[in-house]
């Protein structure tokens, strides 16, 4: 399998290191001639999209840069699409469930193809290149939700939730990193296409997550949970979250396969707790 992997960051490091036949590209996808320089010279079976903007420290930068948000995660997406398209390379495009806000309207969560609501900027930029990208053959959307990962890191989610004080009670779908890996690995052999949730079945709320982080990593951690409410009105966030809940029924239409949240949340922090003994 040969596989080119645009963005330098925490999912594409992760893509690039555990699919074989991966090579991580730094190259800017919103530029089409450095783009058609990384096909050329690797020439892949495969692209997958881990670039894009996310704000630093957190989405709410996107609301303030609005302009650098867009360019890389809908002008660089499309800019990306098209080279591939040209190549006649197949394209996953790792995108985001935080396209959707509260409530779904069916049961059983957000569909696939249902129509997203997004408020914030980081969310309007993701559902942009969602509306254009699953327009396209030879183009999987796999939309993940607070990745969490078994090894430390600024953007992992255990990470993220262990050094607030304060986090919302919400329940969310999620999705284990290890479970990602082998998802997109199976969307790239599969040559997919189409929008596919790539969350672990089940839920998880904040509080499961913590309450497994003082059972196996730090049995000292406080923290105060609290509302989305409470954050907004405190000023600790400059726009609302977004907290869903999202089915996913194409993934399993390829007999795809995602372990329950509840195991591989426990396996995780396994991980994680065994990685930050040995640092």
């Given at each position: 399998?040969?596989?080119?992997?645009f963005?330098?960051?925490?999912?594409?490091?992760?893509?690039?290191?555990?699919?074989?036949?991966?090579?991580?590209?730094t190259?800017?996808?919103?530029?089409?001639?450095?783009?058609?320089?990384?096909?050329?010279?690797?020439?892949?079976?495969?692209?997958?999209?881990?670039?894009?903007?996310?704000?630093?420290?957190n989405?709410?930068?996107?609301?303030?840069?609005?302009?650098?948000?867009?360019?890389?995660?809908?002008?660089?997406?499309l800019?990306l699409?098209?080279?591939?398209?040209d190549?006649?390379?197949?394209?996953?495009?790792?995108?985001?469930?935080?396209?959707?806000?509260?409530?779904?309207?069916?049961?059983g969560?957000w569909?696939?193809?249902?129509?997203?609501?997004?408020?914030?900027?980081?969310?309007?930029?993701?559902?942009?290149?969602?509306?254009?990208?699953?327009s396209?053959?030879?183009?999987?959307?796999?939309?993940?939700?607070?990745p969490i990962d078994?090894?430390?890191?600024s953007?992992?989610?255990i990470?993220?939730l262990?050094?607030?004080?304060?986090?919302?009670?919400?329940?969310?779908?999620?999705?284990?990193?290890?479970?990602?890996?082998?998802?997109?690995?199976?969307?790239?052999?599969?040559?997919?296409?189409g929008v596919?949730?790539?969350?672990?079945?089940?839920?998880?709320?904040?509080?499961?997550?913590?309450a497994?982080?003082?059972?196996?990593?730090?049995p000292g951690?406080?923290?105060?949970?609290?509302?989305?409410?409470q954050?907004?009105?405190?000023?600790?966030?400059?726009?609302?979250?977004?907290?869903?809940?999202?089915?996913?029924?194409?993934?399993?239409?390829?007999g795809?396969?995602?372990?329950?949240?509840?195991?591989?949340?426990?396996?995780?922090?396994?991980?994680?707790a065994?990685?930050a003994?040995?640092?």
């Open positions: 399998m040969s596989v080119l992997v963005g330098p960051g925490f999912l594409g490091h992760r893509l690039a290191a555990s699919l074989p036949g991966a090579v991580l590209s190259a800017d996808i919103a530029d089409a001639a450095a783009v058609a320089t990384e096909l050329a010279r690797v020439q892949p079976r495969s692209v997958i999209n881990a670039a894009g903007k996310t704000g630093k420290p989405v709410d930068w996107c609301e303030s840069h609005p302009f650098e948000t867009f360019r890389s995660n809908v002008t660089g997406a800019t699409a098209q080279a591939c398209h190549a006649k390379v197949h394209l996953v495009h790792l995108a985001s469930g935080c396209v959707f806000y509260g409530p779904s309207p069916s049961p969560g569909r696939e193809d249902d129509f997203a609501n997004p408020s914030a900027v980081y969310s309007r930029s993701k559902y942009a290149a969602d509306l254009a990208l699953s396209l053959p030879d183009v999987a959307v796999a939309r993940l939700r607070m078994g090894a430390p890191g953007r992992n989610l990470t993220k262990a050094g607030y004080p304060h986090v919302l009670d919400v329940e969310n779908s999620v999705t284990v990193v290890d479970d990602l890996v082998q998802v997109v690995g199976e969307l790239v052999e599969h040559r997919a296409a596919f949730h790539v969350v672990n079945p089940g839920t998880m709320r904040h509080r499961d997550l913590l497994l982080y003082k059972e196996l990593v730090d951690h406080q923290v105060e949970l609290v509302t989305p409410e954050l907004l009105q405190e000023g600790a966030i400059a726009k609302a979250r977004s907290n869903c809940i999202l089915s996913s029924t194409r993934l399993a239409d390829l795809i396969r995602m372990r329950p949240i509840d195991v591989a949340l426990r396996d995780c922090m396994e991980q994680y065994r990685a003994k040995a640092a």
